[in-house]
Nanobody, 121 residues
């Protein structure tokens, strides 16, 4: 089992950058693919992207491709979401999640509690 804790959210202006972190407990972090999701007010949870166990492979949804970057440091049991050129429509609660297999979409095994990102225009 792995416990996930996100941090780094906040209030920024459109065009700004923000980096979210997700710290994982346990010694098996490197065995999980790590995904990022978000839930905007009044909307369903949305898959943002995923990084493979080794960090070699990543995938992003179209709406964030070229602006967001997922990376991980397995020695620190941490995955990151670097968000650049933020837009008001990026406002959401952001969640990290762990999966034992590479997944594009939902149904991850473990979830963090989320961190709020608000982008003002």
């Amino acid at each position: 089992q792995v416990q996930l804790v996100e941090s780094g959210g906040g209030l920024v202006q459109a065009g700004d950058s923000l980096r979210l972190s997700c710290a994982a407990s346990g010694r098996t972090f490197s065995t999980y693919a790590m995904g990022w999701f978000r839930r905007a007010p009044g909307k369903d949870r949305e898959f943002v992207g995923v990084i493979s166990r080794s960090g070699t492979n990543t995938y992003y949804v179209t709406s964030v491709k070229g602006r967001f970057t997922i990376s991980r440091d397995n020695a620190k049991n941490t995955v990151y979401l670097q968000m650049n050129s933020l837009k008001p429509e990026d406002t959401a609660v952001y969640y990290c999640a762990a999966s034992t297999v590479w997944k594009i979409g939902t149904s991850y095994d473990y979830w963090g509690q989320g961190t709020q990102v608000t982008v003002s225009s």
